[in-house]
C-alpha cells in the first residue's frame, strides 16, 4: 500500500537548518502533488508547501518564503523541504502528503495520503 515516511525532524537553534525528507512508495506519484503541512500547539494544520511530481512546481505559504525549499528526487522518489533560517515560530509537528490537487493545493481536504509526522523544534 502506499507509504509516506518521512525523517529529518529534530531540534535545532533559531537560524539553523533542517532538511526533511519524505520517502514514498506503493503506486507511482507522477500526477501527484506532494505537500508539506505543519501543526504547532492550539492551532490549525496548515499548508506550508507543495510541489507537482512530474514537473517540480512549486508552492509555498508567504511565512517560509525565501526560507524554506521544497524539491523532488525522481530516482529516489523522495520529497525534501529543506529548511533555513528557522525561527521559533516555524516549531510544529510537519506532515507529508500526496494528492491529485483537485480541491487546491493548499487544502488539506485534496491529500490522499498522509506521513505519521515529524517535530521540528526551534530553540531560541
Known amino acids: 500500500q502506499v507509504q509516506l515516511v518521512e525523517s529529518g525532524g529534530g531540534l535545532v537553534q533559531a537560524g539553523g537548518s533542517l532538511r526533511l525528507s519524505c520517502a514514498a512508495s506503493g503506486r507511482t506519484f507522477s500526477r501527484y502533488y506532494m505537500g508539506w503541512f505543519r501543526q504547532a500547539p492550539g492551532k490549525e494544520r496548515e499548508f506550508v508547501a507543495a510541489i507537482r511530481w512530474s514537473a517540480g512546481s512549486t508552492y509555498y505559504t508567504d511565512s517560509v518564503k525565501g526560507r524554506f525549499t521544497i524539491s523532488r528526487d525522481n530516482a529516489e522518489n523522495t520529497v525534501y523541504l529543506q529548511m533555513n533560517s528557522l525561527k521559533p515560530e516555524d516549531t510544529a509537528v510537519y506532515y507529508c502528503?500526496?494528492?491529485?490537487?483537485?480541491?487546491?493545493?493548499?487544502?488539506?481536504?485534496?491529500?490522499?495520503?498522509w506521513g505519521q509526522g515529524t517535530q521540528v523544534t526551534v530553540s531560541s
Open positions: 502528503a500526496a494528492g491529485r490537487g483537485y480541491t487546491g493545493v493548499t487544502t488539506r481536504a485534496t491529500y490522499d495520503y
